[in-house]
C-alpha cells in the first residue's frame, strides 16, 4: 500500500495506462481521435479536470459523508469540466469548434470519476495529484498514439498539436486509407492498440 | 432518539450537497463572467470574421473591434463598421432568410452613405452539400448583390428582382434574398441610430 509518489506517477504511464489497461474512458478515445491535434487537445482537457478533481476531492475526503460522495464528486468534476470548456472557448476557439460536444461528456468519463472514487477519496493529497498527473499524461499518450496511427493511415498526414501546422508524411502520391478517419476505423485501430499492449505485456 | 439522529444525519447531508453545490455555482458565475467578453469577440472572429473579413476588405481598422450594438425591438443587433479613406463609412449585419433546411445567416455590408450594398457573404447554414451549399462555397449568387442599392428589388429574377439564382437551389437562393431584404429592412428602420453611432467611432 506504501507506494511511493513516484511509483503513483508512473503506473499510469504504463501499467495501469488508462483506455489500454484499464480500458476505462473509451468514448471519447473512438469519437475524437481523428487527429492528432484533437486527441491531444482532449487528453490535456481530461488531463486537467483529473489533476484537479483528484485534488480537490483528496482534500476534502474526510469532509464528504460516504453516502452522498458519488454526488459530491460529480458536482466537484461537473464544475472543473465547465471550466476547462469556458477556457477552451476563451483561448482555443478552433480546437473547441472540433472537439465540441465532447468536452462536456468528460463530466461522464469514466475515468476521472473512477480515480476519484478509487484513490483520491482514500490517499492522501499528494499522491492524488500524482496519480491524477499520472492518469491524465497516460490518457493523453494513449489519445495522441491512437490519432497519430488513424491519420497518418487515414490521412497521410500529422497534424501538430496547438500550432496546427500539418506535416505530410507520405508523399502526395499517396490514396490515404480512409477507413481509418471513419467510426469504424477507431474500433479497429483501438483493438490493434489493445492487442499490441497485450502482447507487449505478456510475460 | 433514534430518529432524532436519523434527521440529523439528513439535514447533515443535505447541507453538505448544497454546500458544494452553491460553492461550484460561485465559481463557475466567476470564470463565466470574467471570460464572456473574450468568447464573444473568440466567436466573432472564427465563425463571422472571415467573412466580414473579406467583405471589409481594405479597411483600415478590424471591424470585429468596432462593432456596437442597437436594440431593434426585442432584439440586439450588432453591427460591424468598416472604416475606409479614414471614414467611418460602411456597416455590417447579420440577419437569416429561410432556407431549404433551416436558417441561413448572411452578412450584409452596406455603405451609409450611398447605400449602396459593399458585398454580402453566407455564414452559417444547413443546405444540402453540393447544391444549396453553393451559396457559401462560390460567389456567383453573393457577387450579384455587390453594388446594388438597398432601395432596388433584392429578389430573384421569378419574383421580380433582377438576381439569378443557382441552379438546383433555388429555395436556398430564395433565403438568401430573403436575408438580404431583411438586412436591408433593418439597417432602413435604424438608420438614424447606426449614423448616431458611427459618430462615435
Known amino acids: 500500500m506504501a507506494k511511493s509518489v513516484v511509483q503513483e506517477f508512473t503506473k499510469g504511464l504504463w501499467a495501469e495506462i488508462p483506455p489500454f489497461r484499464l480500458v476505462l474512458g473509451l468514448c471519447p478515445i473512438l469519437a475524437v481521435t481523428k487527429s492528432v491535434e484533437n486527441g491531444f487537445g482532449m487528453g490535456m482537457a ?44 476563451a483561448f482555443l476557439y478552433p480546437l473547441f469548434l472540433k472537439l465540441g460536444i465532447f468536452i462536456p461528456l468528460i463530466v461522464v468519463n469514466c475515468i476521472v470519476l473512477g480515480r476519484a472514487e478509487a484513490f483520491a477519496a482514500k490517499n492522501g493529497t499528494v499522491a492524488s495529484l500524482a496519480d491524477g498527473l499520472g492518469m491524465g499524461i497516460g490518457y493523453t499518450l494513449a489519445l495522441s498514439l491512437l490519432a497519430a496511427f488513424r491519420e497518418i493511415l487515414g490521412n497521410g498526414t500529422f497534424t501538430l498539436p496547438l500550432v496546427s501546422t500539418v506535416i505530410p508524411v507520405f508523399p502526395s502520391s499517396y490514396q490515404p486509407f480512409t477507413f481509418m478517419i471513419e467510426a469504424p476505423g477507431a474500433f479497429v485501430g483501438l483493438g490493434l492498440m489493445l492487442c499490441m499492449m497485450n502482447m507487449l505485456g505478456k510475460k | ?122 455564414t452559417t447554414h444547413s443546405e444540402t452539400p453540393g447544391l444549396g451549399s453553393r451559396a457559401k462555397s462560390e460567389t456567383f449568387l453573393s457577387d450579384q448583390f455587390k453594388g446594388l442599392s438597398i432601395k432596388d428589388p433584392l429578389q430573384l429574377k421569378n419574383d421580380g428582382g433582377a438576381i439569378d439564382a443557382i441552379s438546383g437551389a433555388s429555395i436556398t437562393s430564395q433565403g438568401v434574398c430573403g436575408a438580404v431584404v431583411n438586412s436591408s429592412e433593418v439597417y432602413l428602420r435604424l438608420k438614424s441610430n447606426i449614423l448616431e453611432k458611427l459618430k462615435t467611432i
Not at chain 2, 5 to 24: D, P, Y
Not at chain 2, 27 to 32: E, G, I, N, Q
Not at chain 2, 86 to 98: N, R
Open chain 1, 46 to 89: 481530461t488531463t486537467f479536470v483529473l489533476v484537479c478533481s483528484n485534488v480537490l476531492i483528496s482534500l476534502l475526503r474526510n469532509v464528504i459523508p460516504k453516502k452522498v460522495r458519488i454526488a459530491c464528486f460529480i458536482v466537484v468534476i461537473a464544475t472543473f469540466v465547465t471550466v476547462v470548456e469556458l477556457l477552451m472557448q
Open chain 2, 1 to 122: 432518539m433514534e430518529r432524532g439522529s436519523e434527521m440529523n444525519e439528513m439535514v447533515k447531508l443535505f447541507v453538505i450537497v448544497a454546500l458544494f453545490s452553491g460553492v461550484a455555482g460561485g465559481v463557475l458565475a466567476t470564470v463565466r463572467s470574467s471570460t464572456q467578453a473574450r468568447i464573444e469577440y473568440q466567436q466573432l472572429k472564427f465563425v463571422k470574421g472571415p467573412t466580414i473579413k473579406t467583405l471589409m476588405q481594405g479597411c483600415s481598422n478590424d471591424p470585429l473591434v468596432d462593432r456596437f450594438k442597437i436594440s431593434d425591438g426585442k432584439i440586439e443587433r450588432s453591427f460591424f463598421v468598416g472604416k475606409f479613406d479614414g471614414k467611418a463609412s460602411t456597416v455590417a449585419l447579420e440577419t437569416y432568410g429561410k432556407g431549404f433546411a433551416g436558417d441561413i445567416g448572411v452578412i450584409v455590408a452596406i455603405n451609409v452613405e450611398t447605400d449602396n450594398i459593399l458585398g454580402i457573404g453566407v
